[in-house]
Structures are given as C-alpha cells and as structure tokens.
C-alpha cells in the first residue's frame, strides 16, 4: 500500500505548528523569559502618611499612602454608595486598584526604628478622599488590608494620620503591572468584528469548601469557542478578564480573594467547551 508523500507533509507541518504553539503558551505562562514585561517604572507623589502597630507585638509601622495618575481609578462610588458598602455584609466586594510596594526600614522622630510600607494609589481617587474624612477612612482601610494580605501582617485599626508629614523616608520609584500577566494569549490577527460580545455564564469554586481557601478556581462556559487559541485570559491579583475573539464572549470580574497570578494555570476542554482557570489563594 503506497502512502500519500503530501499527507505526511501535512502531518509534519500541523506538528511543527502544535510544538510552536505549545513553546508561545508556556511563554505566556511565564515558563519562558520575555523581553517586553507589560510593567513600567513609576515615581509617585507623597499624600499622606499613617501611622499603626503591628500585632501582637506593638512594633511602628507608617503606611506611605502616595497617588499616581499611572495607578488607574477604581469604579465611581458617591458618598451614599460608600455608606451602604460599609453598612453591607461584604464591603471588600468594592475594590481599589493599588500598587503595594515592599517593606522598608526608617527612624521615627524619637530616632527609632520602624518599619514603612508604600501604597500607591490614582491621583484623582486620592484627592477625592482627601476631601472628605469617610472617604479618607476608607483609603486608609483597604490600603492596611492589602498590606495585610499580602504580607501576612496584622495591624492595629486603631491609626492615626500624621498632620506634619506626608512620607516617611524617601520617595521610591515603583514596578507597576501596567496588564496582568496573560495566561492564555491571542497568538494571530484575528479579523475585527462589530457583534457585541456576550458575558458568558460562569461558576467561581473555592477548595477546600471548608476552612481557609488554597485555590479559586472559575469554570467559564464558552459554547462555539472551538479552540483555545482565540481565547485572551488576563488573571490580576483580585480580577479576572476574558475575551473570547473574535466578539463572542467578554468577561471582566472582580472577586474578594487575591491570588497568586504568577502561579495561575487555565485549561480548555474543547469537548466541553468549559475554560477552567485555577487560581492559589494568597493566605490571609
């Protein structure tokens, strides 16, 4: 039986192009080096500074809360709005885009040490807290909470904002993620389309079930996406974007936990036609 030259061809042709695919995946997933980080280098303006303790061991600690108009701007949110979400049961649902910089040591007045956290946070949203006490109560509480989750800290709630001092220590310039990192990435020019996209129907899972959480995993139902590779996942520390190209689907959340996007996987079952993104919970 004679064999088709033309069909192996074929078939060395579709292979080489399944391993290039594989080797632009595992770079998208971070696996691989890439010479354009979707990251900038910012220098933010000081904008008032608050000073806490640690718990339980009573040690200072100052939170440089700066402002940047690169940081972008949470939703808008009145005065009334603020009232009921922090009347409500879940008033971390509304989230506040920030860049929390690394812990660095400094002198207090009466020459001791401390340590200092800098949180930047929009230019604008912070003038707009700097005008009402709620709302500058407000900044001060998810600026603590993001510090705390993401270093495992406890600080006290009982603060004080200095009158004097706008920054403890010197301005430094900060690393922003100007896009998350993508997990799943468009690999060709899709053709432009004017159908409105459909948000497709999801399901956000916690396991364990019970007790403190390790992974989040979302399950997004995506009917007629026949591959993954017309697929765009954004994973941020606290939101989750998807496009389905080209226009069928768009999905843009925020959820309450924040995750380890660096180490967040997806998968798509094109039986199924199920997107499952898996997410580790940083502890808390």
Not at 35 to 43: A, G, L
Not at 57 to 72: D, H, L, Y
Not at 162 to 190: A, D, H, M
Not at 256 to 280: C, G, H, K, R, W
Request: charged residues 20%.
């Amino acid at each position: 039986m004679m064999t088709d030259p033309s069909l192996l061809n074929s078939e060395l042709e579709l292979q080489q192009q399944e391993e290039l695919y594989q080797q632009l995946l595992l770079q998208t997933m971070g696996q691989m080096p890439t010479e354009n980080p979707d990251s900038k280098v910012i220098r933010p303006q000081p904008g008032m500074c608050v000073k806490t303790l640690s718990e339980p061991g009573k040690q200072k600690v100052f939170v440089n809360i700066c402002q940047s108009n690169s940081v972008p701007p949470p939703p808008e949110l009145s005065r009334e709005e603020l009232v009921e979400l922090l009347q409500s049961e879940d008033p971390s649902g509304f989230r506040v885009p920030m860049s929390l910089g690394e812990p660095h040591t400094e002198t207090d007045n009466n020459s001791q040490g401390c340590t200092a956290y800098d949180v930047v946070i929009n230019q604008e949203f912070f003038q707009k807290c700097q005008k009402d006490p709620l709302f500058q109560q407000f900044v001060i509480l998810v600026s603590v909470e993001g510090l705390e989750n993401k270093y495992n800290l406890e600080l006290s709630r009982d603060w004080k904002v200095l009158k004097n001092r706008k920054f403890l220590g010197s301005v430094s310039e900060q690393n922003i993620r100007t896009k998350s990192r993508p997990v799943i990435q468009e690999l060709q020019p899709q053709e432009s389309s004017t159908a409105a996209a459909k948000r497709p129907e999801f399901t956000l899972l916690v396991e364990p079930p019970v007790g403190d959480p390790e992974y989040l995993i979302a399950e997004i139902n995506l009917p007629g996406v026949t591959s993954c590779r017309s697929l765009v996942l954004d994973v941020g520390e606290d939101r989750l974007v998807l496009t389905a190209r080209p226009s069928l689907f768009h999905l843009d959340i925020f959820h309450p936990f924040l995750v380890d996007q660096e180490n967040s996987v997806a998968q798509y079952n094109n039986n199924t036609q199920i997107l499952t993104v898996t997410m580790p919970v940083v502890p808390s």
